[in-house]
């Protein structure tokens, strides 16, 4: 089994619906991560977590939201899916100072 | 804030033969750490090397070798004897030393190598 596990894999959801992106990890670290993944941009942060109910804005946190109800799992979520929210999305989890471990990535498309 | 630059969208190199990739980044900071990630086809994020800023010496991983110029700031991956496993987007990323260890990401390079 993966050490990070993200579902759905792919998701198609319209313009306007509300959709959930989940992340559990396997790692018993603390610090959770979303990016998410456009051509030409790399990867950006959305949020990130510390600790169970510890919640802290990224880069380009307008639009979504996150929850962290315990310390294996990191849900991000889109209150009201946009077109131009169509990309892919990683979670990610490490401990200090060590390398980030990815999930396999979720990659939404939003008509 | 950090600033992660790789200014070749795509390259392409022949089974066999040596690329090299560019990096540069922009920091105030003096402890950090630079990684090279790739991604193949089947999306996965893997760690291919790392860097810590303190280290002198380049890292090395098999066919993966860096060279890590701090005071020009710059970060190239090359890879030798080239596969076709190689065949990926890479991107660099750069971390700070504790302060949330938030990965900033290179805009990343498409790499294919031909038979």
């Known amino acids: 089994d993966a050490d990070v596990t993200q579902t759905p894999r792919n998701r198609i959801t319209k313009t306007g619906k509300r959709i959930m992106l989940e992340c559990s990890q396997t790692k018993g670290h603390d610090r959770m991560y979303w990016y998410r993944q456009d051509p030409g941009l790399g990867l950006r942060l959305i949020y990130y977590s510390f600790d169970v109910k510890d919640i802290n804005k990224g880069e380009i946190s307008d639009g979504y939201s996150v929850s962290r109800q315990a310390q294996a799992k990191f849900s991000l979520s889109l209150e009201s899916a946009i077109p131009n929210q169509t990309a892919l999305y990683f979670c990610?989890?490490?401990?200090?100072?060590?390398?980030?471990?990815f999930g396999q990535g979720t990659r939404l498309t939003v008509v | 804030a950090q600033t992660v630059t790789q200014s070749q969208p795509e390259m392409s190199v022949q089974e066999a033969e040596t690329v090299t990739l560019s990096c540069t980044y922009d920091t105030s900071e003096n402890n950090y750490y630079l990684f090279w990630y790739k991604q193949p086809p089947s999306r996965q994020m893997i760690l291919v090397i790392r860097q810590e800023a303190y280290k002198q010496q380049n890292a090395t991983e098999n066919r993966f070798s860096v060279n890590f110029q701090k005071a020009a700031k710059s970060f190239s991956l090359k890879i030798s004897d080239s596969q076709l496993g190689d065949t990926a987007m890479y991107f660099c990323a750069f971390m700070k030393h504790n302060a949330g260890n938030m990965l900033t990401f290179g805009g990343g390079t498409r790499l294919m190598v031909k038979p």
């Open positions: 990610a989890t490490k401990d200090s100072n060590t390398e980030a471990f």
